[in-house]
Structure formats: structure tokens, C-alpha cells
């Protein structure tokens, strides 16, 4: 095969493999969208028990707090494949668009390499709270900490995921 042909093919497997993270991605991102519709019926019956009926219980209000740890691990990933991630706007709009496709792929392996060091350092972290079972220390709260414990590091991944499609995105625009 020519080399010509090689990097040929090797541009369509990593555009196919862009294309099926960001699908992924778009999935995963509009199932997870629906927990902040979740979210607020929960936050708003809380508050209807609390205040109308004095009632209130710590499971249900440690479920908001679990149902928001899905939203924003799941979602920022989703936010970064819509560019509505966190970036200086009055600086990069001024920027020529070679320049604004350099500073994409420097911030794609930049969140790559944040990616790598928080999910090695929530491994153990997860591992922790599963060996010793952490659950609510309040009584009548949550138990299993650790499966909400264990989204970090797949929210991370799919971040990394992400970033990943993300610089293989901005190499392909640097190429046409």
C-alpha cells in the first residue's frame, strides 16, 4: 500500500472513530438531559412537603444531590462536544480561524491529560468506598456511596472520550 493510500485510510478510521465517540456523546447527553427535568420535580416535592406538610425525608433529598452528580459528569462532556464548554469568548473571537483550530486542539489534549490524572486518582477513591460499603452517615440517607462515588471516573471518560474526538476534529481541519 502507498503511503499516500496509508494516510488515507488512517484518516477515515480516526474520522470514524470521532464520529462514533460523538454519537456516543449526543446519546448519552440528551438520556442525561432528562434528569434535570427529574431533578427539579424532586426538588419542587421536597419543598411542597417541607413547607405545606412538614415533612421531608434525607433520602430525598440526598437523591437530588445523587441524580446531580450524573447531570454534570455526563453532561460536560456533551457541553464540550457543542463548544457550550467554559472558554475565554472575548479573546478567542477576535483569534483567525487557524488560530482558534490551534488553541481547540491544545485545550482537547489538555482535557485529555486532566481526564488521565482525575480518573487515576478517583480509582481509588471509588475502591475505598467500596471496600468499606460508605454509605449516608445520616440516618435514613443513601447507602452504596460508592456507585455514585464510581461516576467519576466514567463522567471522565467519556470526557476523555470527547477530548479525544475533539483534537482528532482539530487535526482534521488543520489538514483541509
Not at 477576535?94 to 482537547?108: G, N, P
Amino acid at each position: 500500500m502507498a503511503p499516500e493510500q496509508e494516510q488515507q485510510t488512517g484518516a477515515r478510521v480516526a474520522s470514524g472513530v470521532r464520529a462514533g465517540i460523538e454519537r456516543c456523546v449526543d446519546v448519552l447527553g440528551q438520556w442525561t438531559s432528562w434528569l434535570a427535568l427529574v431533578i427539579v420535580v424532586l426538588m419542587s416535592v421536597n419543598v411542597l412537603l417541607r413547607y405545606l406538610f412538614s415533612e421531608g425525608s434525607v433520602w430525598a433529598q440526598e437523591l437530588e444531590w445523587h441524580l446531580l452528580a450524573p447531570l454534570i459528569l455526563f453532561g460536560m462532556s456533551y457541553a464540550m462536544r457543542h463548544g457550550e464548554h467554559v472558554r475565554v469568548d472575548i479573546l478567542y473571537a477576535k483569534f483567525s480561524d487557524r488560530a482558534k483550530i490551534w488553541v481547540d486542539l491544545a485545550s482537547a489534549l489538555l482535557c485529555v491529560a486532566l481526564c488521565i490524572l482525575v480518573i487515576w486518582f478517583s480509582l481509588h477513591y471509588v475502591q475505598q468506598a467500596y471496600v468499606i460499603d460508605e454509605g449516608s452517615p445520616d440516618p435514613g440517607g443513601l447507602p452504596h456511596r460508592y456507585l455514585l462515588k464510581s461516576l467519576i471516573p466514567i463522567g471522565f471518560t467519556l470526557l476523555l472520550l470527547q477530548g479525544i474526538a475533539s483534537a482528532i476534529a482539530s487535526i482534521e481541519k488543520l489538514r483541509s
